[in-house]
């Protein structure tokens, strides 16, 4: 059973940066797929970036394109979401994701594991 804990988030002021970390336990990442989805209150959950199993392929929302860096370092079975030029619509619960297809999708019923989230809040 894989488990997943998220880290690194907070509340910071518009235009700061954040790096968000999710550390994999009871199994290996690295022939798997990894992403982020998000949360706001009262809002579904949202795709924000994905990367494949080898890195070599990365998608991410349209509206954090440019400004959301998602990496992986499967030494360490840790992913990182590297968050930049916040926003305060990039309010949510952050939330790391674990697909065995290794497909990178960013539909989040793809996803077989996941975290228990991490607060981000911006304020402007």
């Known amino acids: 059973q894989v488990q997943l804990i998220e880290s690194g988030g907070g509340l910071v002021q518009a235009g700061d940066s954040l790096r968000l970390s999710c550390a994999a336990s009871g199994g290996t990442i690295s022939n798997y797929a990894m992403a982020w989805f998000r949360q706001a209150p009262g809002k579904e959950r949202e795709f924000v970036a994905a990367i494949t199993w080898s890195g070599g392929s990365k998608s991410y929302l349209k509206a954090v394109k440019g400004r959301f860096t998602i990496s992986r370092d499967d030494a360490k079975n840790t992913v990182y979401l590297q968050m930049n030029s916040l926003k305060p619509e990039d309010t949510a619960v952050y939330y790391c994701?674990?697909?065995?297809?290794?497909?990178?999708?960013?539909?989040?019923?793809?996803?077989?594991?996941w975290g228990q989230g991490t607060q981000v809040t911006v304020s402007s």
């Open positions: 994701a674990f697909e065995t297809r290794g497909t990178g999708s960013s539909w989040w019923g793809a996803y077989d594991y």
